[in-house]
């Protein structure tokens, strides 16, 4: 029977699984074309994977210091509460609840969705009853709730049937992290190795640059920039392991740990894999390419190639979707438990001792942002919403050093104050260029709105609950979940 409290039944591996696994989705098959045509430059291409790997790791360490300090389930939910009070710890839950987190878990979902129909014939809508069903939201554009529904089906399938299985046991979900982590690694191990040692590999092609690519100057300066938000995408979730805190078997040594140990692997595998794809495609085809890995593999094996890649791909999305269901409900509990969300999704299960309503909730959310097909637009204007939460909560190591001096941290981020204060410099400089980049665009007429201003006006959508729930427990202050 449950005591009303989450066990902490994740191991160290486990912990590394959900790492691994939450970073490498589908960054690394999708995104090397465009930052290649944004630099024309192999060289480059490797230095900007490895640049976003140390400076992501710069903000795990910071936030591992915070997480071993306070370990408690709902990551930085809780330590924003710590470090700046309610006020801003409900902006992080809700902007969290409401599109980052959700939409992040549909658009990994969706990949995997698409990529089954290398497979499968997944079944389709007439076009005409596509657009009966369609619906227009202002600002936003026409959504088709049944377009692309093969796909769909797939991905919410994938979605409720993963939810399911970590609402029944939190180990059997951390257990199949482990699985389906292990074997994305050996399958990109795999991948490498084939590429790396091909007939058609040219070693040449590492130091050739593409001249009629390749900018110069400032421009070359706002490339690296854009090609490192496309860098950072692919290390997106690292902080999936925080959430789930609470649940981990010594927090104060196996959170550290596996954010170092995780976030080496990632750098280490996107490195290999970015060498291997430049040794047989010049820079040009890579930038000029929809499916790097697809390309590149077919290559090299020909028509099997496709195929080995759209399996590691599913296998890969797999089990990030997993990781992000896992760790990302784990917001949503902490903030019923806090009494800054409905209470139900604060209740453990009494038999299963998961957040089992903040799961369903997360879950349903999710799907509905699946339907909606406008799930890769609210995830782009909550990139900046994201981005400034993650240099906060590096800034607040700073903070809680200063209110806390005397609190005991089991682990003290390496190199300090310089590893936090770079990621800090870094994170805020970057959200003041992605927003300089947002308004440009929009003065040229090629937004209909500011994306980054738009992603702060749904968080702040979220005031009318906080308010409601500061009322809630000022009315009845010895109500607890």
Same mark, same amino acid.
Not at 260 to 278: F, H, K, P, Q, R
Not at 333 to 339: E, L
């Given at each position: 029977m449950s005591n009303g409290k989450l066990t902490p039944t994740l191991g160290l591996w486990t912990c590394v699984s959900i790492v691994v696994g939450g970073i490498i989705g589908s960054g690394i098959f999708m995104k090397p074309a465009s930052m290649a045509s944004q630099l024309g430059s192999p060289e480059l291409l490797l230095v900007v994977w490895v640049g976003a790997g140390i400076i992501t790791l710069f903000g795990a360490l910071s936030n591992a210091e915070v997480a071993a300090m306070i370990p408690e389930t709902g990551g930085q939910f809780v330590f924003f509460k710590a470090m700046y009070g309610d006020f801003f710890s409900f902006l992080y839950g809700w902007a969290a609840f409401a599109v980052f987190n959700t939409a992040g878990n549909a658009s990994i979902a969706y990949v995997l969705g698409t990529y089954t129909?290398?497979?499968?014939?997944?079944?389709?809508?007439?076009?005409g009853l596509v657009e009966k069903v369609s619906f227009s939201i202002p600002f936003i554009g026409k959504i088709f709730p049944l377009q692309n529904f093969g796909v769909k089906a797939v991905t919410i399938l994938v979605v409720i049937g993963l939810t399911l299985i970590n609402y029944r046991s939190t180990r059997s979900g951390g257990d199949l992290q482990v699985i389906f982590t292990a074997l994305k690694i050996l399958a990109m191990a795999m991948i490498v190795v084939t590429l790396t040692f091909s007939s058609e590999g040219k070693v040449a092609n590492l130091f050739s640059d593409s001249v009629a690519i390749r900018p110069e100057g400032w421009a070359l300066l706002a490339a690296f920039v854009a090609a490192l938000s496309g860098a950072f995408w692919g290390y997106d979730g690292w902080n999936n392991i925080t959430f789930v805190a609470g649940e981990i078997k010594n927090p104060q040594r196996n959170i550290p740990r596996s954010?170092?140990?995780?976030?080496?692997?990632?750098?280490?595998?996107?490195?290999?894999?970015?060498?291997?794809?430049?040794l047989v495609l010049p820079i040009d085809k890579i930038a000029g390419s929809s499916m790097v890995a697809a390309d590149a593999a077919t290559m090299v094996l020909g028509a099997a190639g496709g195929g080995a890649i759209a399996l590691m791909v599913i296998i890969s999305t797999f089990g990030t979707t997993n990781a992000n269901v896992l760790a990302t409900a784990r917001v949503t509990?902490?903030?019923?438990?806090?009494?800054r969300?409905?209470?139900f999704a604060g209740k453990v299960h009494p038999r299963f001792n998961t957040p089992g309503n903040a &799961? @369903?909730?997360?879950?349903v959310w999710t799907s509905l942002l699946v339907l909606s097909g406008s799930f890769d637009m609210l995830t782009d204007m909550l990139i900046f919403v994201s981005w400034f939460f993650y240099g906060m909560s590096s800034l607040g190591v700073f903070i809680l050093r200063y209110k806390m001096p005397d609190r005991e941290r089991p682990y003290k981020v390496w190199g300090y104050p310089v590893v936090p204060a770079v990621f800090v410099v870094f994170t805020?400089?970057?959200?003041?260029a992605t927003l300089v980049s947002d308004i440009q665009q929009y003065q040229a007429g090629k937004t209909m709105?500011?994306?980054?201003?738009?992603?702060? &006006? @749904?968080?702040?959508m979220g005031l009318p609950l906080y308010w409601y729930f500061k009322r809630r427990c000022r009315l009845n202050p010895e109500q607890q979940n």
């Open positions: 129909e290398y497979f499968i014939a997944l079944p389709q809508f007439d076009a954010l170092l140990a995780g976030l080496l692997i990632c750098i280490l595998t996107y490195a290999l894999i970015t060498v291997a794809y430049e509990f902490a903030m019923a438990r806090d009494r969300f409905f209470d &799961l @369903l909730l997360q879950g805020f400089s970057f959200l003041i709105l500011i994306n980054s201003l738009l992603g702060v &006006l @749904l968080t702040a």
